[in-house]
């Protein structure tokens, strides 16, 4: 369990590196899961506990049949459902666009699956990843 902390991407990012070092993760698969580690710790951080701070719980399974990892966000933060935000216009340039999803919309993009519920006061984010 971490502080919802800006700072605290790059120990998340080298806890989930490790795990996958064991696995022979390909380089390009490693850097589409640390971009979303990226995004979705950063997201937790920015708006999860605003304006006071709180933990998050990161974990990382490796499954077999698919090889592949699932990592989990739980956070007790304001209830928010990345999913149900409406996807960016990509068509426009980025002067044109409005701020905000486009984070949200490579991490769907580059996971094999996202899945978010929010059970027992915890927001709990999963992203699956075959490797």
Do not use: W
Not at 38 to 50: C, K, L, R, S, T
Not at 87 to 106: H, K, M, T
Request: proline letters at 7%; glycine letters at 6%; a negative charge.
């Amino acid at each position: 369990m971490l502080e919802a902390a800006v700072g605290n991407i790059p120990i998340v990012t080298e806890f989930v590196d490790k795990q996958l070092e064991q696995c022979e993760c390909p380089v390009k698969v490693l850097r589409q899961i640390n971009i979303a580690i990226d995004e979705i710790f950063g997201n937790i951080a920015h708006y999860a506990y605003q304006p006071e701070t709180g933990p998050v719980t990161v974990r990382v399974e490796v499954v077999k049949e698919p090889l592949s990892v699932i990592i989990t966000f739980k956070d007790k933060g304001i209830p928010y459902d990345p999913l149900q935000a409406a996807e960016p216009d990509i068509s426009l340039s980025a002067e044109e666009r409005q701020p905000g999803g486009l984070g949200i919309f490579l991490v769907k993009k580059s996971m094999d699956e996202v899945v978010y519920a929010y059970r027992d006061g915890k927001n709990i984010l999963k992203l699956k990843k075959n490797l």
